[in-house]
């Protein structure tokens, strides 16, 4: 990454998501690359076409100089490749649905600031509450783009080029949302907030077959939830959230 934009693009950090690559190689010949710099998050698992070689890249963050594996020391790497940008942009893919939503590790002016310059409605509020986690857990304006690929890869990939290109279009409109939202606990117009806070038991739902992704569903306890499927975690039922308000995420808001 030879030139310093304020926004980095993480395309791979699962080397099995192949969206974010394709999708930085078209950008990159539009009058929109020099807005951006990108950086391919697990080049050894692209090259293996695997998820990840050791460790979940995306779960190794902030990651360690001398790490046993190698998901370890290449966070480390990235994280000190962030530090002169102001945004950090993480593209992942499933292949479980067609959706596209945002995933904030934290919600803070800076991160509802930086997601009101998307033109995606639904986002997740996904804390970790773990000291390791996701790559942009550890910046301070960082977010997730996961985009479906189900039925079309083409389709899906054009559609987060295009929105990629509002994103960079409405940069100059981020620290006067970010200023807006220090003053007031509104949300930004437009936007659909959940909380993911809990994995689906497979044994409290009557089931599982029937859950179906962002749709409705209840627990045998009478649990009443949200579904998220992503459809590629062996073992994994999926996750429950719950729709926020405009209390909920104030309740939640950090500094």
């Known amino acids: 990454m030879p030139r310093r934009t304020s926004v980095c693009f993480v395309a791979c950090t699962h080397g099995d998501e192949p969206i974010g690559k394709e999708t930085m190689e078209r950008l990159s010949l539009t009058p929109a690359a020099a807005l951006f710099d990108y950086v391919i998050g697990n080049p050894k698992a692209l090259a293996g076409g695997k998820r990840y070689l050791e460790a979940d890249l995306n779960r190794s963050a902030p990651g360690r100089a001398k790490g046993k594996a190698y998901e370890e020391r290449r966070a480390f790497e990235l994280m000190r490749q962030f530090k002169p940008y102001r945004y950090v942009v993480d593209l992942h893919e499933t292949r479980a649905n067609d959706r596209m939503i945002l995933i904030l590790m934290k919600l803070t002016p800076r991160t509802l600031a930086l997601a009101s310059a998307f033109p995606v409605a639904d986002i997740l509020y996904w804390p970790s509450g773990k000291p390791t986690g996701p790559l942009t857990q550890f910046v301070p304006r960082g977010l997730e783009v996961e ?40 949300l930004p117009k437009g936007k659909r907030f959940f909380h993911v806070y809990a994995t689906i038991d497979p044994q409290e739902v009557t089931d599982p077959s029937k859950l179906r992704d962002f749709r409705p569903a209840r627990s045998r306890q009478g649990e009443r939830f949200v579904a998220l499927l992503f459809g ?5 039922t999926g996750y429950k959230m719950r729709l926020m308000d405009a209390a909920d995420v104030a309740r939640h808001r950090e500094p």
């Open 232 to 236: 590629k975690f062996a073992g994994l």
């Open 147 to 186: 985009s479906g690929t189900k039925t079309s890869f083409g389709k899906t990939q054009r559609k987060l080029q295009r929105v990629l290109k509002v994103f960079l279009k409405n940069l100059d409109l981020i620290p006067a949302q970010e200023k807006a939202l220090r003053r007031k606990t509104a």
